[in-house]
Structures are given as structure tokens and as C-alpha cells.
């Protein structure tokens, strides 16, 4: 499995995703500027990591989600390979219009950084297929800007369709229908706002995260 990390000016989860993919694929990732116009040939994987892209001070990911590589992000995507946003990630993702959505102010208008559980609402992605429907598990969370809000119909079709990958089943940041991580339609491009690759190991006070990767490992094997 042939992966990439896309590093932002303000990402601080890189390093982390690169660490869980090698980890979990053997290879170690490609890591790709932002500033830069072409991503690695035959990629299965490309992942944007969690952080404060240009400090966030516009609108979380508006600036990071115009950077010259993200052209070539939405291209792949349109070519059926497979793209995770976790946290600042997934805030890329919507303002980059390849996701539905966008992520605001948490409710209560407060940083949030703790374990929090979460539903797998949808086990039948790429990403998920690790874990069972219905599943609670234990991932954590440090944003600010993680409340999910759309449009009624939006989050009727997300329903609707089950792209609603990821739940959180206690109260977080307020966002709409509890979503903490929804796919495209074609089901290639996931966003979440928790961190999976903070929980891979149970040195580090768990291991629910692993599982995704391992999912996303068996789904390209």
C-alpha cells in the first residue's frame, strides 16, 4: 500500500499519520508540501493531517484548501484513490468542496482535547471495515473548529446514503446528528475530526485506532 502525507504550513499531526502508516503498511509515506503541484505516482492512500493550517485565522482549511497540491488531492480523488482528512483534515476537505458540509466554532465556543467515544455508524468503507456496525469505540479529539453543520437536505442525503461513517455518542462540540466523520459519495474520501492515529498502541493508553489502518491496509491488500 503506497501512502502520502500532505504537510500544511501549522500541520502538527504529520509526523503521527506517517508514523501509523508506516507502522501499519511497512512502507513509509511519501511527504509532500503543500506548495507543491503533483503528488507520487501510484498512490493508494493520500492523508491531510490534523493542525492549524496557516494558523487557521481565516477560516480553518479556506487557505490550506487552496494550496497548489490540493488540485492534484481533488484529481486523484476523482480517480478512485483514497483520501483521509483527520481534524484540520477533514476541515480541508469541506472547504475544498470535496466533501459536504463545514466544520464551525465548537459549541460552547471551547477547545476540546480528550478521549470521547464514538458509533461506527457505517462499517462498509474502506475506512471503517475494521470495526463492526454499531460498535463503540474510544478516539480522541483536540479542536476547536470540529461542529459539523449543513443544510437539512444535506444531512438528510448523508443519512440517506449512509456516508455517515463516524458518531460521536456523548456530547462533544455540538455538531449536527452527533456526525464526526462522513465519505464522499463514491466512498473514496473520508473526513473525521477525531485522531485515530493518537490510539494505536496500548503504550499510548489504547488501541482502537488501529483498526483503521488495519481496515485500510486489508481493503488495498
Same mark, same amino acid.
Given at each position: ?10 500541520? /502538527? ?92 466554532? /465548537? ?14 455508524? /457505517? ?49 462533544? /462540540? ?48
Amino acid at each position: 500500500m503506497k501512502s502520502a502525507v500532505v504537510v500544511f504550513p501549522g500541520s /502538527n499531526c504529520d509526523r503521527d499519520l506517517a508514523v501509523a502508516l508506516h507502522q501499519f503498511t511497512g512502507v513509509a509515506p511519501a511527504i509532500v508540501w503543500h506548495g507543491d503541484a503533483d503528488l507520487p505516482d501510484r498512490l493508494d492512500l493520500i492523508a491531510l493531517p490534523g493542525g492549524f493550517s496557516y494558523g487557521d485565522y481565516l477560516r480553518s482549511g479556506a487557505m490550506a484548501a487552496r494550496s497548489p497540491i490540493m488540485a492534484a488531492v481533488a484529481r486523484a480523488a476523482g480517480e478512485g484513490r483514497a483520501v483521509m482528512g483527520v481534524c484540520n483534515g477533514f476541515q480541508v476537505l469541506t472547504e475544498a468542496g470535496l466533501l459536504p458540509g463545514a466544520l464551525m466554532r /465548537n459549541a460552547g465556543l471551547a477547545y476540546v482535547c480528550r478521549d470521547v467515544q464514538l458509533t461506527v455508524a /457505517n462499517a462498509q468503507t474502506a475506512f471503517s471495515s475494521g470495526y463492526a456496525a454499531g460498535e463503540t469505540i474510544r478516539i480522541p479529539v483536540g479542536h476547536h473548529d470540529g461542529n459539523f453543520t449543513a443544510d437539512d437536505t444535506t444531512l438528510d442525503r448523508l443519512e440517506g446514503d449512509g456516508r455517515v461513517v463516524f458518531r460521536y455518542a456523548e456530547p462533544v /462540540n455540538g455538531s449536527a446528528r452527533d456526525i464526526a466523520g462522513i465519505v464522499n459519495d463514491a466512498g473514496n474520501v473520508l473526513g473525521l475530526m477525531p485522531h485515530p492515529e493518537r490510539l494505536i498502541d496500548d503504550a499510548l493508553g489504547g488501541s482502537d485506532g488501529r483498526r483503521l489502518f488495519e481496515g485500510l491496509v486489508a481493503a488495498f491488500a
